[in-house]
């Protein structure tokens, strides 16, 4: 059974940092592609950014050179700091994974991020 679990939500002023956690379990973070989403209110899902089984990462225009995202196989577990937060960037994280043999996607249950101004 695969299992993600975020971490690492919370209230941070303008211009603070936080950084997410997602936890795996009953898939490898190494071995599928993993990507951390976001909605806001009355918004859209978005990707903010993920990163391929090469390492390969991939970031929205609206986070680039401000978040990060990074894995660590051995606690399999994938992260994204994000810096600069700026009131835009409120919205519930979720933690994704693309099985690249089935090609199904799993979600965790979401953390939510407020950024005050």
């Known amino acids: 059974q695969v299992q993600l679990q975020e971490s690492g939500g919370g209230l941070v002023q303008a211009g603070g940092s936080l950084r997410l956690s997602c936890a795996a379990s009953?898939?490898?973070?190494?071995?599928?592609?993993m990507g951390w989403y976001r909605q806001a209110p009355g918004k859209q899902r978005e990707l903010v950014a993920s990163m391929t089984t090469f390492g390969t990462t991939t970031y929205a225009d609206s986070v680039k050179g401000r978040f990060a995202i990074s894995r660590d196989n051995a606690k399999n577990t994938v992260y994204l700091q994000m810096n600069s937060l700026n009131p835009e960037d409120t919205a519930v994280y979720y933690c994704n994974a693309r099985q690249i043999i089935t090609q199904r996607d799993y979600w965790g249950q979401g953390t939510q991020v407020t950024v005050s101004s």
């Open positions: 009953g898939i490898s973070v190494s071995s599928n592609a």
